[in-house]
């Protein structure tokens, strides 16, 4: 008897080698089958970098303008064109005629009249103001002895005031006025010969009318609202601006603190500024959501000129703009044994890497190939305005001696020549803003920018792109005014 354990067991073995067999030569068929790509078993990973926000310190002035010529005409409103009247009874006479004394009382009437409007110019920290003013007065005796007695006069004078603007502590601003007049005639009333001076008792009333030009100086300085409207320049810089429309950028300033940066004056105007400190925020892609305005902080110290303006604008370049770039370099190098088929462009961990499937020349199957990666850091030179690559290193190897050797001459020619120029898209960036930094914004204010230098701030390879972060500078004011 024959156990069948025994007599079974080899041809069981035997049938089970074919079906091995059979197997590993489908599956050698099947990858005969399949292009000759070889992916690298440590191709880098795609790791964009995050986006950070490209925000920057910076500050705005926000200057308030009034025309002197029309502070003046608001002054000159108030002020009467008669300065004064003159009705004064006075002892015009002390002379000894003979044996006589005689001592006689004159009635003196007459005007002091304003003959020019009023002037306003500034210099520096100063505002001056003239006015011309013009006087006559007639005097005669005052009883019947005496009432042939008779004289008259006219003078004139000049009114000048200086003015030192300051805004003080409440926000008003406040002029500190120092006045004086000279006479281009002095006013004396001849009477028998002699000359009685009748400036005792005209300077009183055009002293008084100067007080009253202080007062009315002064009431119209208040009526300039310069702090109500440092408050109202204050909130405008709250509101985002659109930069540039296709890719939308915006720009959101959030300014923090204020500082007065003096009153000052030319020929034709007086001007407050107050220097806003803060942050300025450039967003791409929607707008921004609202900011919640505060109120006015109180003022800081004074400050001798405005600080400049800084603002991050976003340059952006497309992996497949470069990947472009890329294979043109290489189609001009000379022929070699092998070509690249295939060309990636892709960020992984703060690297931009460069995937190269490369095959040898006389291989006519255009799928075939090897992936090689190569990785870098980007290099900016803000003054060419140009991108370009770092050095190259190798993060894959290959078994083919020919296409290592091809892989290390591509890295080194790669180098020289994969620059790209983005001086077009920066000058176009810059245009744009400045074009959208200086417009009109309501109540009356505007807005004037202009932005004049960049310097590199930082490199991010994105998802989406590569971007370029230049901090500009240049200066920006909202004003009220002029």
């Not at 073995?13 to 292009?35: E, K, Q, Y």
């Not at 925000?55 to 705005?60: G, K, M, N, Q």
């Not at 000049?158 to 409440?170: G, K, S």
């Not at 300085?221 to 405008?236: I, P, V």
Request: charge should be positive; aromatic fraction near 6%.
């Amino acid at each position: 008897m024959i156990h069948p354990s025994r007599t079974c067991q080899p041809k069981y073995d035997s049938i089970a080698n074919r079906s091995r067999m059979g197997i590993a030569r489908l599956a050698a068929l099947a990858l005969g089958a399949l292009p000759s790509i070889a992916f690298g078993a440590d191709k880098p990973a795609l790791s964009p970098d995050a986006a950070t926000p490209l925000v920057t310190a910076s500050r705005i002035s926000a200057t308030v303008e009034f025309g002197l010529p029309a502070l003046a005409a608001a002054i000159e409103r108030d002020i009467p064109k008669r300065l004064a009247t003159i009705d004064e009874r006075v002892n015009c006479v002390h002379r000894r005629v003979f044996i006589f004394r005689i001592n006689a009382n004159c009635d003196v009437w007459g005007f002091v009249d304003r003959t020019s409007p009023v002037s306003l110019y500034g210099r520096g920290d100063r505002v001056f103001g003239a006015v011309s003013i013009y006087g006559a007065a007639e005097g005669q005796g005052a009883n019947r002895f005496t009432a042939r007695i008779r004289g008259d006069t006219e003078a004139r004078a000049t009114i000048e005031v200086e003015a030192r603007p300051e805004l003080r502590r409440d926000g008003s601003l406040q002029l500190n006025i120092s006045d004086s007049f000279h006479w281009s005639e002095h006013p004396y009333l001849h009477v028998l010969g002699r000359e009685f001076d009748l400036a005792p008792y005209v300077e009183p009333n055009i002293r008084t009318q100067l007080g009253r030009i202080r007062s009315r100086a002064l009431a119209a300085a208040r009526a300039l609202d310069l702090h109500g409207k440092a408050e109202m320049a204050w909130r405008h810089a709250f509101e985002p601006i659109k930069l540039v429309e296709d890719p939308p950028v915006w720009l959101q300033l959030i300014p923090q603190s204020a500082a007065f940066a003096g009153v000052r004056a030319n020929a034709k105007l007086l001007w407050g500024s107050l220097e806003l400190a803060g942050s300025a925020e450039t967003v791409i892609g929607r707008q921004p959501p609202a900011v919640t305005v505060t109120a006015l902080p109180p003022l800081g110290t004074a400050v001798a000129e405005p600080g400049t303006f800084d603002v991050i604008l976003p340059v952006r370049i497309n992996y497949d703009t470069l990947k472009d770039k890329i294979s043109q370099a290489i189609a001009a190098m000379p022929a070699q044994d092998t070509s690249v088929r295939e060309v990636q462009v892709y960020p992984s961990s703060g690297k931009l890497v460069i995937g190269l499937r490369i095959a040898k020349s006389s291989d006519t199957d255009s799928s075939t190939g090897q992936w090689t990666y190569l990785s870098t850091t980007p290099k900016i030179d803000t003054n060419a305005r140009t991108f370009s690559l770092g050095e190259i290193d190798l993060t894959t190897s290959s078994d083919d001696s020919q296409i290592g050797s091809a892989v290390q001459q591509l890295a080194a020619q790669l180098k020289n020549v994969a620059n790209l120029d983005y001086g077009i898209s920066y000058q176009n960036l810059l245009m744009a803003a400045n074009e959208r930094l200086t417009r009109p914004l309501k109540d009356g204010f505007r807005m004037e920018g202009r932005l004049d230098s960049a310097r590199l701030e930082k490199v991010q390879l994105l998802r989406e792109g590569i971007l370029i972060a230049l901090h500009a500078s240049g200066g920006l004011k909202i004003l009220y005014g002029l």
